[in-house]
């Protein structure tokens, strides 16, 4: 797993970097022998652009995930936020990815309740998620923190319709991951089995693509955890998928 505030950011104070320092961290670690995938915690829209991601993406052990937050699919809101890039600019990075794989799995974060915020703003948030068709959203309520910009600024938005507004998004995200998921139905995936459940009945890893896939613990004559294993997706199982062997 590689983590980091801004992990693309990697070898941009070597003045030869050129924009290609992560790129070539990822080419070494991809040509270290051995059966092992990597994983990234998270990429920044700001300090990527599409050519960026796409030298990231072209690696043969890389996980087809990644966390690319937006936290609002207005563009006045990302202004007001300060995030340095747009929807646009944003849906360009998503359309690069799912182009080289329509079943690459994208979460995100988002903030419900800026300070400002419309419910325009908040119907395209709901737009963006549909057309992006994220695997996961992590859905926030803005919370103020004083001696900060956004807890200065007019047109703060009441906790009641904050809460409902949460609700909202977070229902559309929900929708967005099982129509994910649906469309990896009958898709082989690489699994990683990290523990046995409760009950005894299903083991639970993530698939290449980051959904946390379930497979009947009968299936194995020993315990699979911290081996791969490959699994067909079969639709969506309790918070996740189902995976047959």
Not at 10 to 37: H, N, S, T
Not at 170 to 182: G, K, N, Q, V, Y
Not at 236 to 245: K, L, S, Y
């Amino acid at each position: 797993m590689l983590t980091g505030i801004n992990t693309a950011l990697y070898g941009r104070d070597d003045p030869e970097d050129k924009g290609k320092g992560f790129a070539r961290l990822l080419d070494r670690i991809d040509a270290v022998p051995g059966d092992f995938r990597v994983r990234l915690s998270s990429l920044e829209p700001t300090v990527v652009s599409p050519s960026q991601v796409a030298d990231v993406l072209d690696h043969e052990k890389l996980c087809h995930h990644l966390h690319l937050s937006i936290q609002s699919g207005s563009d006045p809101v990302l202004k007001a936020m300060n995030r340095g890039y747009t929807r646009a600019e944003y849906l360009e990075i998503v359309d690069l990815i799912r182009k080289r794989d329509p079943h690459f799995g994208i979460t995100t974060d988002i903030i419900c309740g800026f300070p400002g915020e419309t419910e325009k703003d908040v119907e395209d948030t709901l737009a963006l998620i549909k057309e992006a068709a994220f695997a996961r959203v992590h859905v926030f309520g803005y919370s103020r923190r004083d001696g900060t910009k956004a807890a200065a600024m007019p047109g703060q938005i009441p906790a009641a319709v904050k809460a409902a507004r949460v609700k909202l998004v977070s229902d559309a995200a929900e929708l967005a991951a099982r129509d994910f998921i649906e469309s990896c139905r009958g898709l082989e995936q690489i699994v990683l089995p990290e523990r046995l459940t409760d009950d005894g009945r299903f083991y639970e890893g993530y698939s290449g693509n980051y959904l946390m896939t379930y497979i009947h613990a009968e299936r194995f004559d020993e315990d699979p955890c911290g081996s791969f294993v490959k699994a067909k997706l079969d639709g969506p199982f309790m918070d996740g998928v189902r995976g047959i062997c």
